[in-house]
């Protein structure tokens, strides 16, 4: 087990980045932390600054004003961090793809681990992805890595 | 409402006027010289206490289009105020000495369409990012330009 | 007057969901002025319009605000259909408002929410947020989704509400108005969001003139208007109802109105379905061929104040300008009023309380709570100081 594999293991701290979203994807994100989702019994929590955290959440097109905001933001992050692009518009552009101040999907900007597409993906599908990148690969995929 | 008289009596009270028109259930366009513009917001806003709600600007074939809404709240009619201002000087007075309100939507113009404002209290960059190049305006129509 | 200091906060700041910039100048405790930068948000919405046709502007609209995604497409579908004269069934007037007004009772119970979150009262926040959530799986079953409805079409709407559904959504109802009183005695009675609340950033029905401020903000300031009835669209002239309004015009009387306004929805949801159930199953969408040249207007009530929708068509089958003007726009500039005088910690919830929609606005400004204490306290101490000061209001009450 990697340094990385280590520090993913349990208790994921999450910060959440708004880059020019409709909001949607935040409330969804805000909701997994309420009761009936309650993500704080698997110790993940929301962190009110990039310096604690293990994950970067990603939500919203990036505006050619966020662009550098974003980049610093992530600069700013200990690694390694696990970046995920939450919602259609940080994987494609979404619907907004074709606005003027759209300066190019999220994996343009930063490198991006893993991309729950849905508008707004609903918060089970936000788990079942973090879940997913953090799920040990499966046997053959292991040995092909050695 | 009675909308007949309202039109007969603001046409009285503003001689200016160009042209009144009801272009919808009750939704009414009043089209005015820029010179009038102080006057009859004066009038609307402090007098008859509509109330603000936005203004619409747009580039058309004669000039620019200011569109000052207001709302009657009273009769639930929306009046609204038309000022062309011609392509090669898209200047008009601001009107935040009158609505305070005001401030932001004539700045985002001023960012999208390049309309000058004058007197306005700040005119600086509101909506468009920092590396946004000056004089490009996003709601120009830019075949037009090209093609005059 | 003494030295400034200048808070500055953002763009990405814990406090806050979405990014934006404000400097906060500060002589003490007290804030003697604001100023902000916006854009961060800014996606060019009312340019990408001009391009779509008018059919898919609605899942363009529904995707400015995503609490609002009902009330966008319920303005800009009243400007299209003045313009072409639609006349829609009845039935899909009666489905539009009960969406419409199932979504002010959720936006309403997230704002409690969020309220309750920026002034440290979190049990609050979960309530409000875990009772949100049967709303939600009734949108679910209504529309198809969570948010984002797509429920709107030009001449009517898209999905039908049949009898089954109708009877799940009158048993949610009476769960949320139970629900609901449960909140409200959370709030109304509690001596320390009285003390917290009351007095807290008010704004006179001057302020609200000034800055063309409209919604559950206006009408917190005693101003007594409500585009639902003045200008009634949809279903809303064919149910009773009434417009809440309290004269105070602080962050009390704000989370006041909102609150009894959802009372008001659920009746006017029942009401609908009621209607609902008496009409014949039938078309649920008028025909509707092309949208003829011309200016349509159109607003609605959305739950933070009227969005605004001006359309203009040149015949064609895309709209040549779409201006939108969302509540916020007009109701987040009152904070110039609301705060300035105010203790900083004061301006978090003042601003907080026109339930200001930044993506909506895309803009946005926020106000950071700014701790000086000098007189530190260990948690022992602190808990008996609060316990104290909360007897104390108790009494005075």
């Known amino acids: 087990m990697g340094i990385k594999d280590l520090s993913f293991k349990k208790s994921l701290w999450v910060f959440h980045l708004s880059a020019g979203s409709c909001n949607n994807c935040d409330i969804e994100i805000l909701d997994l932390l309420t009761p009936r989702y309650d993500v704080e019994r698997f110790g993940m929590k929301l962190v009110g600054s990039i310096r604690h955290a293990d994950v970067l959440l990603v939500t919203g097109i990036i505006t050619k004003k966020t662009k550098a905001r974003v980049l610093e933001v992530y600069e700013q992050a200990p690694k390694p961090i696990i970046v995920i692009a939450i919602g259609a518009c940080p994987c494609t552009g979404g619907i907004f793809a074709s606005g003027y101040n759209f300066a190019g999907p999220l994996d343009k900007v930063i490198p991006v681990d893993a991309y729950i597409p849905g508008c707004p993906p609903k918060p089970e599908a936000m788990l079942a992805g973090v879940m997913k990148l953090l799920a040990p690969p499966p046997p053959e995929q292991a040995n092909a890595n050695k | 409402m009675n909308i007949e008289q309202y039109i007969i009596d603001i046409k009285d009270k503003f001689p200016d006027i160009t042209n009144v028109e009801v272009i919808n259930t009750k939704r009414l366009m009043v089209y005015i010289p820029q010179s009038l513009l102080p006057k009859i917001t004066d009038y609307w806003f402090n007098e008859l206490q509509y109330r603000y709600v936005i203004v619409t600007a747009m580039d058309s074939k004669d000039g620019y289009e200011l569109i000052y809404h207001y709302s009657d709240d009273s009769s639930g009619w929306i009046m609204s105020l038309n000022v062309l201002l011609p392509h090669d000087t898209p200047e008009v007075e601001s009107m935040t000495s009158i609505v305070y309100g005001i401030e932001w939507i004539e700045r985002e113009i001023m960012d999208i369409l390049g309309i000058k404002f004058l007197n306005h209290p700040k005119p600086e960059r509101f909506l468009l990012p920092e590396s946004w190049p000056e004089g490009d305006y996003p709601y120009r129509r830019k075949i037009r330009k090209e093609d005059r | 007057m003494g030295k400034k200091t200048i808070v500055p906060i953002g763009p990405y700041h814990p406090l806050l969901e979405e990014p934006e910039f404000f400097k906060l100048y500060c002589d003490g405790e007290t804030v003697v002025d604001m100023e902000w930068e916006t854009g961060y948000n800014h996606r060019g919405i009312e ?160 302020d609200i003139h000034d800055f063309g401020a409209v919604g559950p903000t206006a009408r917190a300031s005693g101003v007594d208007i409500d585009v639902r009835r003045d200008d009634p669209y949809a279903a809303y002239d064919m149910v009773n109802w009434k417009v809440i309004t309290t004269p105070e015009g602080d962050v009390f009387a704000k989370a006041k109105v909102r609150l009894l306004e959802m009372y008001e929805s659920i009746s006017i949801i029942k009401q609908c379905l009621t209607l609902l159930q008496k009409e014949t199953p039938g078309d649920i969408k008028a025909k509707v061929k092309e949208i003829p040249e011309g200016i349509g207007i159109g607003h609605a009530e959305a739950p933070r104040g009227e969005v605004f929708h001006f359309v203009k068509s040149d015949g064609g089958n895309s709209p040549v300008r779409h201006k939108i003007r969302a509540p916020s726009y007009n109701c987040i500039t009152t904070f110039r009023r609301s705060c300035i005088g105010g203790t900083i910690s004061d301006a978090a919830i003042a601003t907080a309380a026109v339930d200001p929609c930044y993506c909506c606005t895309e803009r946005m400004v926020q106000v950071y709570d700014y701790h000086s204490g000098k007189h530190m306290m260990n948690a022992a101490e602190l808990i008996k100081f609060s316990q104290q000061k909360t007897e104390e209001l108790r009494k005075k009450l």
């Open chain 3, 47 to 206: 340019k990408i319009c001009e391009s779509k046709t008018f059919e898919q502007v609605f899942f363009v609209v529904e995707r400015i605000c995503g609490i609002c995604s009902t009330s966008h497409p319920f303005a800009y579908a009243n400007a299209v259909e003045s313009i072409g004269g639609v006349q829609i069934p009845v039935r899909a007037k009666l489905i539009r408002s009960i969406v419409g007004e199932l979504e002010r009772i959720h936006s309403h119970l997230l704002w409690v929410g969020l309220a309750g979150h920026f002034l440290g009262y979190n049990t609050v926040f979960m309530w409000a947020w875990k009772y949100r959530e049967p709303v939600l799986d009734m949108f679910e079953i209504i529309t198809g989704n969570r948010n984002n409805y797509a429920m709107f079409t030009i001449g009517g709407v898209r999905r039908d509400i049949d009898e089954t559904k109708a009877t799940e959504l009158l048993k949610v109802l009476d769960d949320v108005k139970k629900k609901t009183d449960l909140l409200v005695g959370a709030v109304m009675d509690d001596p320390v969001i009285h003390a917290r609340l009351k007095g807290v950033g008010t704004l006179t029905a001057k």
